[in-house]
């Protein structure tokens, strides 16, 4: 075992990643439960915003804050459009098929990014953000900014979202779609309304993730499209509805596998863990199961 | 009614084949002869080895479709368990000098081993659960693989030597050594494993999937055990697969962790969903596009990526649309123009 | 007969049975009660698929509850239900032999049993024939074959008759009314039409919210002051 000063600046690259996990994995969680769609294209989404920023900032020559608005922006008009356009003709459907569909745009995404962003001619690309250059220590770490606003981010968007959905009157409907939409409808809720609002929110959440993922890992097609597996291992175990189980999970998901870096024996497998995780989580779950006789969500 | 009654009580004398039945048959026969036979003779090599690949992975999307046209089951990995076969295979290949036919059968033993355990526990979730699970386990044998990677004629359990300069060719059967030799030896292997399909669905656990598709709890009222038929699809899957693998190891000779990335699984399934789950032709379907049309594309200078943007375009016009697939839409827009034509034609000669 | 003693389930802070207790002794017996009264609830727990909070089930002797759901087929349970689960690609003969099949019955008497159950639910129509040519009638009368083949000892029916025209309504009524003396099975009806429970049914239960508020001689059951408020919602 490496001395516990190895570990130390793992733990705050662990919690960095844990805080844009928690971040994507709430965003995931009030999609679900407004619409029933997990939202397999998260990443996706995010990734393709990440390279429209690089693309403006390094070469169209735009300010940084330009190419960041750009990322959010695509991201979001990009979910929402899949929203509304695929929402409604799936609505009725299990939530595996609607997650199946959203692979689809997933694939057309990522054709997309590879066609237009390729790395088979070798070249890396990297997005840094001003925050990067900022940093202070705490004892023997040094910590970024971009780390800082990283975890900050999941608390915040965390705490808000909860807040959000507890107090306000499109989150109360929010809860109450994701009991029964059509009960939901017939006591006045303007459900497309709210769905729309769940779908632009989530986008929105995917372009900051994607942002914020570009900078901590990498810019990569395939790294940030597939990074959303991370945040899917936190909302398994959260069981794809509770808020705070969700942000816990990811924060250990985020450490655990930063902290596995500097342990030789298991750094190669630190990838393995949020599947570890989200194994043990849904087997756990599996052992109260019931079976289902109407269209009760999953 | 009486009348009806008496006549199906006589004992179930054989039936008649019926003439679709008739047809349906021939043409099946002749596009495998010709397959077996004519492909080979006016092919490139090029081709054959690409026609090679249809093969295997007509088997995995044959498996892939026993899950999730069969019983429901999206299985979002099954690239990483044709890994695990190919691995099993190659293993046995360099350390043992067992016939390339037995190392195939045990590849599939062992990868139907493995499913079968997983699916265990694995099969009391509920669709997107199982689903997730599949993913989450496809992804965390692609880490293994990546670390611990494929055998390559080195010793101990794993039979990986790091350092080794020269990498010996995984072999092949002697009957088979050549590629057009060997692409008929997939293709036999292929259609034994569609046989075997066949013959699950027209019996007892065949019934019990399509009870359980319609609805598990009028299925577990029926009296059917679920699980257990979720878990005998589970492990026919797994073992096809596997032997699938086997057959990849000796068509590619060389295995490495980038020849199953993650992204394949969803693309296969994409591909599996487009040629549709409830037929079988609809898993050569499948493979054409998962194998053949990226070929052609790359002969042609075109970027693989525009097929990525179809089979993703694909998947989305499935699931909203067609949910059979190509392979059933296509035959039913073909009997629609059979039968247009020969109205006209009959129309035409009428006095 | 059927006992079931204090069952309760509870669903997220919604109580769908209360304490129910009641005995059904013999014959064909009728379910009936408001829209959400917990009859369907009921039935799923018969089934094996909702674990009540509290209570018991014998049938018959047999603890029901403590068996695994796909297990009771093989005991006798034979259930239909609300939504048509007849396998549209299968055959007639097919559907109703995979509960013979997987019921562990003698595989030699299969056919006969088969044929029999067939001919009993009054199905005018080619075994070998696929369910998905048949009209909703017919479907709804394979799902009745299905429910009676064998030696069931406890059959549920669902709302057999829901959508079908008065004729064969009437002919269903029938045939439900028979299934005891034909196969010595407990018949349990849920339903809404009220000449069906009549004319089925020698004793009925009523339930509302979850809970029995009267249970007898059909006839009488029908007239009762608190059913009537019940299903019309009126305070008297």
């Known amino acids: 075992m490496p001395p516990w000063v190895d570990f130390e600046p793992f733990i705050v690259s662990g919690l960095a990643l844990g805080g844009v996990y928690a971040l994507s994995g709430v965003g995931l969680v009030v999609l679900y439960r407004a619409t029933g769609v997990l939202y397999l294209a998260f990443g996706a989404v995010g990734a393709l915003g990440a390279l429209i920023a690089w693309q403006l900032t390094t070469r169209a020559g735009a300010p940084g804050w330009a190419g960041w608005l750009a990322c959010i922006a695509v991201a979001g008009v990009v979910t929402l459009g899949y929203g509304l356009l695929f929402g409604p003709a799936l609505a009725r459907r299990d939530p595996l098929i609607k997650a199946v569909a959203t692979i689809g745009l997933t694939l057309i995404l990522y054709g997309v990014m590879d066609l237009l962003w390729t790395t088979s001619g070798g070249q890396a690309r990297s997005l840094t953000l001003p925050t990067d250059n900022y940093t202070f220590t705490i004892g023997q770490i040094q910590v970024t900014w971009t780390q800082v606003i990283a975890l900050g981010a999941g608390v915040v968007l965390t705490v808000g979202t909860a807040a959000f959905l507890h107090y306000t009157k499109i989150g109360t409907a929010m809860r109450a779609m994701a009991n029964d939409r059509d009960i939901t409808a017939t006591l006045g809720v303007p459900v497309r309304k709210v769905e729309a609002a769940a779908w632009l929110g989530c986008g929105v959440l995917s372009g900051i993730a994607g942002l914020l993922l570009a900078d901590l890992v990498a810019l990569d097609a395939t790294t940030l499209t597939f990074l959303v597996i991370s945040s899917l291992a936190a909302v398994l175990v959260a069981r794809l509805r509770s ?13 655990v596998h930063d902290l596995l870096t500097p342990i030789v024996a298991l750094s190669n497998y630190r990838d393995m863990t949020p599947f570890v995780i989200a194994a043990i989580g849904l087997l756990v779950l599996s052992r109260h199961q019931v079976i289902a006789t109407s269209r009760e969500e999953a | 009614m009486r009348a009806t009654l008496e006549r199906a009580a006589q004992p179930r004398t054989r039936r008649a084949i019926t003439r679709p039945q008739l047809i349906k048959g021939t043409v099946t026969a002749a596009i495998i002869l010709f ?18 690949q249809v093969a295997v992975y007509s088997m995995v999307a044959l498996a892939l479709g026993v899950l999730v046209g069969r019983v429901g089951l999206v299985s979002l990995g099954q690239v990483a368990v044709l890994a695990v076969g190919a691995w099993v295979a190659a293993r046995l290949l360099f350390a043992t000098t067992q016939p390339y036919l037995l190392v195939v059968l045990e590849a599939g033993l062992v990868t139907m081993l493995a ?3 997983i699916g265990l526990p694995a099969l009391r979730l509920r669709g997107l659960y199982l689903a997730l699970i599949t993913l989450m386990l496809a992804g965390g044998i692609t880490v293994v693989l990546a670390t611990v990677n494929f055998p390559n004629g080195g010793h101990g359990f794993l039979g990986y030597n790091g350092s080794q300069v020269h990498i010996p060719p995984i ?7 050549s590629d057009p030799a060997y692409f008929r030896y997939s293709v036999i292997i292929a259609i034994v494993m569609f046989a075997l399909v066949l013959a699950h669905i027209k019996t007892k656990p065949g019934r019990a999937w399509a009870a359980i598709r319609q609805s598990e709890p009028a299925a577990l009222a029926a009296g059917i055990n679920t699980w257990f038929y979720k878990l005998w699809a589970f492990a026919l899957a797994s073992f096809i697969t596997g032997v699938a693998g086997g057959v990849l190891a000796g068509a590619i000779h060389y295995l490495y962790s980038i020849n199953f990335p993650a992204q394949d699984s969803i693309t296969l399934l994409a591909v599996t969903l487009m040629g549709g789950v409830f037929s079988l032709w609809g898993a050569v379907v499948a493979a054409l596009l998962y194998q053949f049309l990226p070929a052609l594309l790359n002969n042609w200078g075109v970027s693989a990526d525009w097929l990525i943007i179809l089979f993703g375009v694909g998947v989305l016009q499935v699931l909203t649309t067609a949910p059979a697939g190509l392979a059933d839409q296509v035959p039913k827009d073909l009997a629609r123009l059979g039968r247009f034509l020969r109205r006209r034609l009959t129309r035409g000669s009428a006095p | 007969m059927i006992e079931v003693d204090g069952l309760t389930v509870r669903f997220g802070g919604v109580t769908s049975l209360d304490a129910m207790s009641l005995t059904f002794e013999q014959g064909t017996c009728g379910l009936i009660g408001p829209n959400g009264a917990g009859k369907t609830t009921f039935f799923n727990v018969l089934s094996g698929f909702i674990r009540p909070a509290a209570g018991t089930v014998r049938a018959f002797g047999t603890d029901l509850l403590a068996m695994a759901h796909f297990r009771r087929a093989r005991w006798g349970l034979r259930r239909t239900f609300q939504t048509e689960q007849a396998i549209e690609e299968l055959s007639v ?47 709804r009368l394979v799902e009745v074959a299905r429910a009676v083949v064998g030696r069931p000892r406890l059959v ?16 269903l009524a029938e045939v439900i009314r028979r299934i005891p003396e034909h196969t ?39 007239r009762d002051d608190a059913v009537i408020r019940a299903y019309l919602g009126v305070d008297q």
Not at chain 3, 98 to 126: K, P, Y
Not at chain 3, 204 to 218: C, E, N, Q, R, Y
Request: net charge negative.
């Open chain 3, 93 to 139: 003969f097919d559907n109703v032999a995979m509960v013979h099949e997987h019921s562990g019955l003698n595989r030699g008497h299969r056919r006969r049993d088969v044929l029999d159950a067939i001919e009993f639910a009054g199905l005018d129509a080619d075994p070998e024939a696929k369910v998905r040519t048949l009209g909703a009638g017919q479907r």
């Open chain 3, 184 to 222: 010595g099975a407990l018949a349990i009806l849920v339903d809404h039409d009220m000449s069906l429970v009549s004319a089925c049914c020698a004793t009925t239960a009523v339930l509302d919210f979850g809970k029995l508020i009267a249970s007898g001689p059909t006839a009488a059951v029908l």
């Open chain 2, 171 to 177: 072999r092949r059967p002697s009957i088979a050594a």
């Open chain 3, 156 to 171: 549920l029916l669902d709302e057999p008759a829901a959508g079908l025209p008065d004729e064969e309504s009437r002919r």
């Open chain 2, 115 to 117: 499913g079968t355990l």
């Open chain 1, 243 to 255: 808020i705070p189980v969700t942000f816990a999970a990811a924060i250990v998901v985020g450490l």
């Open chain 2, 35 to 52: 397959t077996l036979f004519g492909l080979p003779e006016f092919m490139s090599l090029y081709y054959v080895d690409t026609m090679t």
